[in-house]
């Protein structure tokens, strides 16, 4: 469901769109009337989140971009083409992200960490850093972007250093970038989840727990992310929500370890 031209609606760009998280908060906006951005590594997973979109008879419009995050070059032709076809950015959900390596730290080879960092790190970075540019310098000015943290941004998981690291320091960006965005209304904030019910938690069936036993773990209905994403993003940008966390009620967060 392409667009063109300029818009008046509130343009939004989701990475990750092509399945998860990102799909589901992608279908949420353009059920609020966005016009979306679908950007992520594969074309195909892109398509069939647009034709999802197109099915529920969603009022936005869409964009596929199909993009790595982790590549500079790729990143800035992707928010080119959204200025180009709808002249704005409102909202960023910075959401791509993969797993990375699993074992002890000694264990994790080299590349894989740098491989993990490349996307859960750098790439969110420079996704922010061009939707930043553009929020501080569009009319009407300002925008929000919305980092998706995860719980691992507070708590690890046993073998999972990496991820975990990233997550980390993904909160000190998003704390960094509301400061910076304070004077040219961009405000920064983050969602911490855990266990939606996509296929990246269907581990949980049988997760690995710190005492180095095994059990299942409830998980919840992705779309309720959907719902609180769009909802944060339709504040306007005089109300911050610096930090927001979401877990399935009964999973091992609080007292983890």
């Keep these: 469901m392409a667009g063109s031209g300029m818009t008046e609606r509130r343009v939004a760009v989701v990475t990750g769109a092509g399945s998860g998280i990102g799909r589901a908060v992608a279908h949420a906006l353009m059920s609020r009337g966005y016009a979306v951005a679908l950007l992520g590594r594969t074309a195909s997973s892109l398509e069939a989140t647009d034709s999802g979109v197109t099915d529920s008879g969603a009022s936005g419009s869409s964009l596929v971009v199909p993009t790595d995050v982790a590549d500079e070059a790729q990143v800035a032709s992707a928010f080119e083409a959204v200025l180009a076809t709808w002249g704005r950015v ?3 959900f910075n959401n791509a992200g993969i797993l990375g390596p699993t074992g002890a730290p ?4 080299v590349d894989a960490w740098r491989a993990t960092v490349d996307v859960n790190l750098t790439g969110a970075f420079l996704c922010a850093q061009r939707a930043f540019a553009i929020m501080r ?4 000015r300002g925008g929000r972007i ?3 943290g995860s719980i691992s941004a507070h708590v690890p998981r046993p073998g999972a250093a990496a991820y975990t690291a990233t997550k980390h320091a993904i909160t000190g960006l998003t704390k960094s970038m509301a400061l910076d965005g304070r004077e040219h209304r961009v405000v920064v904030g983050q969602i911490d989840i855990g266990n939606t019910a996509t296929e990246l938690t269907e581990m949980m069936s049988d997760a690995l727990q710190a005492d180095g036993t095994r059990r ?3 998980r919840f209905d992705v779309a309720h992310v959907g719902a609180m994403v769009a909802s944060i993003a339709d504040l306007p940008l005089d109300v911050s929500v610096p930090s927001i966390t979401m877990i399935a009620t009964g999973m091992p967060f609080h007292g983890r370890g």
Aim: aromatic share 0%.
């Design 216 to 218: 299942p773990e409830p």
């Design 146 to 148: 919305i980092n998706n």
């Design 137 to 140: 310098d569009q009319d009407p």
């Design 90 to 92: 409102d909202v960023l």
């Design 106 to 109: 000694d264990s994790v080879g």
